[in-house]
Antibody, heavy 122, light 108 residues
């Protein structure tokens, strides 16, 4: 059974870089054609797609609103998905989820991690 | 970007009621639409994809419909476990995928 587990620092200072990892078990980032995604949710607010990594071609896709600060990649040897967001501000405070779509080549997500809360504060 | 507007923001309902939630897109067509349920402290749960196809294990009291710019999630007879926030998501025109602002169901 597919399991996703986000990890990373719970507190990041303004202007610094946020780095998160999503550990995947029960599936392989080296297999298939999935758009593995990062989604975030500020406290009390709606979901926001951050970006995706396509395992079928090793391409990354970003939300244009975050693209200049964002890098999403995969370490296939560790079966981990990574997110790196630079120059963070309080607006980046959110629960960060990794997710995988239901089927290959699709874009609706049926597998989610539990999420990790990241607070940006000095 | 395609903006999704959900209405109402909050709906006060009683168990057993029929509930209809709306999701309107800023432009059409967006046949590629999904619905999620989210309970406090939990990740979203996929309910519907392709506007009207129930995901695996989703009870048949949940149904999706719509076309063009107007989409609806209907719960035929609300159960106590259905009190949650519901989000629509479009994946017709991406990047980016976009989500609506959510509709919260609370107890009347």
């Amino acid at each position: 059974q597919l399991q996703l587990q986000e990890s990373g620092p719970g507190l990041v200072k303004p202007s610094e870089t946020l780095s998160l990892t999503c550990s995947v078990s029960g599936d392989s980032l080296s297999r298939g054609n999935y758009y593995w995604a990062w989604v975030r949710q500020p406290p009390g607010r709606a979901l926001e797609w951050i970006g995706s990594f396509f395992s079928g071609g090793d391409a990354s896709y970003y939300n244009p609103s975050l693209k200049s600060r964002l890098t999403i990649s995969a370490d296939k040897s560790k079966n981990q998905l990574s997110l790196r967001l630079t120059s963070v501000t309080a607006a980046d405070t959110a629960v960060y989820y990794c997710a995988r779509p239901l089927l290959q080549f699709t874009h609706y997500f049926d597998s989610w991690g539990h999420g990790t809360l990241v607070t940006v504060s000095s | 970007d395609i903006l999704l507007t959900q209405s109402p923001a909050t709906l006060s309902v009683s168990p057993g009621e029929r509930v209809t939630l709306s999701c309107r897109a800023s432009r059409s067509p967006i046949s590629n639409l999904a619905w999620y349920q989210q309970k406090p402290g939990q990740a979203p749960r996929l309910l519907i994809f392709g506007a009207s196809t129930r995901a695996t294990g989703i009870p048949d009291r949940f149904s999706g419909s719509g076309s063009g710019t107007e989409y609806t999630l209907t719960i035929s007879s609300l159960q106590s476990e259905d009190f949650a926030i519901y989000y629509c998501q479009q994946y017709h025109n991406w990047p980016p995928y976009t989500f609506g602002q959510g509709t919260k169901l609370d107890l009347k």
